[in-house]
T-cell receptor
Framework: GQNIDQPTEMTATEGAIVQINCTYQ??????LFWYQQHAGEAPTFLSY??LDGLEEKGRFSSFLSRSKGYSYLLLKELQMKDSASYLC??????????WGAGTKLIIKP | DTAVSQTPKYLVTQMGNDKSIKCEQN?????MYWYKQDSKKFLKIMFS???????INETVPNRFSPKSPDKAHLNLHINSLELGDSAVYFC????????????????FGPGTRLLVL
């Protein structure tokens, strides 16, 4: 079956760095998406990886290892507004997104 | 301008009623989706339309019927509402997507919070 695993909740301190991990098992693979979802709001696109390696975009970076079925989202210089859920989603061979349940990130001052 | 909009934002109704949720996108996208996000926060695809044609129809009860009058609109009608239908329903759109060979970012509407009493 198809499955996405990510931690349910993480806590970090303002100004610090946090890494949110995601492992995936899908029928075929056409890339890995990360979305941010603030409480009560819609998911918004953060990043897309299809090749192995690290993609950096400002304070946020995303890494992919296709051979390990593994990705992480790295958030630097954490701000209070980064408190949100972070959703990992893998695109399968039918170009359909398979979603994880999200990691709720709590930022403390 | 709101890219993907949904109405209503909140919907409280009684079991057994019939209700509709509307979605519109002004991004010029070809593909639109309906997702259900339950209390455990999993996003589950329900339907996908490309240029008004149904391309993804996951295993959902036939009480749920999508309708796409044009490629900018995808409405969701739900008959005989049940308690288990309570969830947040998100509409999304992408430029292509849902077809072989197309990887496209999906853009989400604000969600409709449905509560069935």
């Amino acid at each position: 079956g198809q499955n996405i695993d990510q931690p349910t909740e993480m806590t970090a301190t303002e100004g610090a760095i946090v890494q949110i991990n995601c492992t995936y098992q899908t029928s075929g693979f056409n890339g890995l998406f990360w979305y941010q979802q603030h409480a009560g709001e819609a998911p918004t696109f953060l990043s897309y990886n299809v090749l192995d390696g690290l993609e950096e975009k400002g304070r946020f970076s995303s890494f992919l290892s296709r051979s390990k079925g593994y990705s992480y989202l790295l958030l630097k210089e954490l701000q209070m507004k980064d408190s949100a859920s972070y959703l990992c989603a893998a695109m399968d061979s039918n170009y359909q997104l398979i979603w994880g349940a999200g990691t709720k990130l709590i930022i403390k001052p | 301008d709101t890219a993907v909009s949904q109405t209503p934002k909140y919907l409280v109704t009684q079991m057994g009623n019939d209700k509709s949720i509307k979605c519109e996108q002004n991004l010029g996208h070809d593909t639109m989706y309906w997702y259900k996000q339950d209390s455990k926060k999993f996003l589950k695809i329900m339907f996908s339309y490309n240029n008004k044609e149904l391309i993804i129809n996951e295993t959902v009860p036939n009480r749920f019927s999508p309708k796409s009058p044009d490629k900018a609109h995808l409405n969701l009608h739900i008959n005989s509402l049940e308690l288990g239908d309570s969830a947040v329903y998100f509409c999304a759109s992408s430029q292509g997507g849902g077809l072989a060979g197309e990887v496209e970012t999906q853009y989400f509407g604000p969600g409709t919070r449905l509560l069935v009493l």
